[in-house]
């Protein structure tokens, strides 16, 4: 069983995403699956140009020259791939969309009908990797997933891929908190995250159980959005300070 997550979060190891990330990834080695954990960031990936000789003068690969063509390898060739994006203007990073677009080299220009009277591009390769979505963002809502949802339904039925789980935590700052009184909470939540990453290590797909668990919020709201404020002023004010050291 391999597991390959593509790390799509601008900040790399250091951001809120790969907290989550990290802890479904124990779990998953603890029920004995090899992972990988690739940070985008760290890769070349180019703009598409929209030119589609990947269909037609190189079938399968990109007449780009940059590290799209082993990270395919390692998407194609995974049991599972995981999407793993903290919400940026509600929808996936730029780099995980740069990542994504470059995917239709996967694809061939030829049309099938789907069973719902759709179209899609039919697949190259003989075998597919079921997927799984992994995302984070700093409201306090779960319904500010609402675009990548929809767009993970639409994802795995164009390019005919199961979706294993999807796990979307909303306040995913807390995940990093440096605060005693929110630590239980957080080890809590963390210790579902291994939960989930053994389920599906262990059965190929997340469990209804589990999912609904790891939906429900960390923190009342209004506790939230106090604790928010009170970082983002502590921010604010150590970032003026900074700047006007900078300025002197």
Known sequence: MKITVFNGSPRGKKGTTNVAVEAFLTGAVEAGAQVENIFLVDKQIKHCLGCVACWIKTPGKCVQNDD?????????????????????????????????????????????????????????????????????????????????????????????????????????????????????KIKAYKDLLKKAGHEVAENMKLSEETAAELERPILPKEMHLEISKKRWDQAISLGKKVWMLKEK
């Open 68 to 184: 799209m063509e082993e990270l395919i390898e390692k998407f194609m060739g995974s049991d599972i791939s995981v999407f793993a994006t903290p919400i940026h203007i509600d929808n996936v990073s730029g780099i995980m969309k740069n990542f994504i677009d470059r995917l239709i080299a996967t694809r061939m220009p030829y049309f099938e009908v789907h069973s719902d009277g759709e179209t899609r591009h039919l697949n190259r390769y003989d075998q597919q990797p079921k997927i799984m979505m992994i995302s984070s963002c700093g409201y306090p809502e779960q319904s500010q997933f609402q675009v990548i949802r929809l767009w993970l339904k639409r994802f795995s039925r164009n390019f005919d891929m199961e979706v294993v789980g999807e796990i979307y935590r909303s306040w995913g700052w807390l995940l990093k908190a440096e605060d005693e009184g929110l630590e239980p």
